[in-house]
């Protein structure tokens, strides 16, 4: 892939008071993809990042950011 | 298992076996190409049943793992653990994988191609060859890949 996304999806899950394990449950993937996504090792789609900022109460801007 | 697990929780676990049979299994496919190439340096014709019998179970183990790597495995589960097991992140690193298993197998064709002139190899043995790192090296790649994003 070779593309980098700048994400604050760690700290927003945090604040949410919610577990990798909760978060991966309430958008249908596995603890390992929030990991990925959290460490910045994957980008992830864009329905996955809609699912994401929906279930966090975010939007997908806030969660991600291009570098620079 | 509890019978109370959610579906996440199971797919947790089968993904973990998964990557335990899909690592464990290609290191014997290459244990097995080293016995295959002792034993069958002078080859009986017509071949031995225990020859037969070995070379089935060879063929046989390469199917089932590119089946599990191919579908995700956790085929006795239901349709939610089955779509864990396959998640976005499980389809990149598949991917990923058939793109080195792609590499290798190009890279041991063309080894084969240039060692033809100097060694003789029956067509078994390069079927042997090109089937083990067909089916190995992806399926090392894949669970790789996988063990790196379950640490983080």
């Known amino acids: 892939m070779g593309e980098t996304l700048l994400t604050t999806l760690k700290a927003a899950r945090t604040a949410a008071g919610l577990t990798q394990a909760d978060l991966a449950e309430k958008v249908g993937v596995t603890r390992k993809t929030i990991n990925t996504v959290e460490n ?24 991600f950011q291009l570098p620079g | 298992m509890t019978a109370n697990a959610s579906p996440s929780q199971i797919a947790e676990r089968a993904q973990q076996r998964r990557n335990r049979i899909l690592w464990l299994f290609p290191m014997l496919f290459f244990i097995w190409q080293g016995a295959y190439f002792s034993s069958f340096a002078a080859p009986h014709t017509p071949l031995r049943t225990v020859e037969l019998v070995s070379l089935g179970s060879h063929l046989f183990l390469g199917v089932v793992l590119l ?27 598949r991917a990923q994988a058939y793109t080195a298993g792609f590499w290798a197998l190009a ?16 067509t078994g043995e390069i079927a042997h060859i090109l089937l083990s790192v067909a089916v190995a090296v992806p399926a090392l790649r894949f669970v790789m890949l996988e063990r790196r994003a379950d640490r983080g």
């Open chain 1, 40 to 63: 910045g090792v994957f980008v992830p789609s864009t329905v996955l990042s809609l699912k994401l900022a929906r279930a966090l109460g975010t939007s997908v801007e806030a969660l």
């Open chain 2, 107 to 122: 890279l041991c064709a063309v080894a084969l191609y240039a060692a033809a002139p100097f060694i003789q190899l029956e």
């Open chain 2, 67 to 93: 089946f599990l790597l191919a579908t995700g495995g956790g085929w006795r589960y239901g349709k939610a653990v089955r779509a864990l097991l396959d998640d976005e992140s499980t389809r990149v690193h």
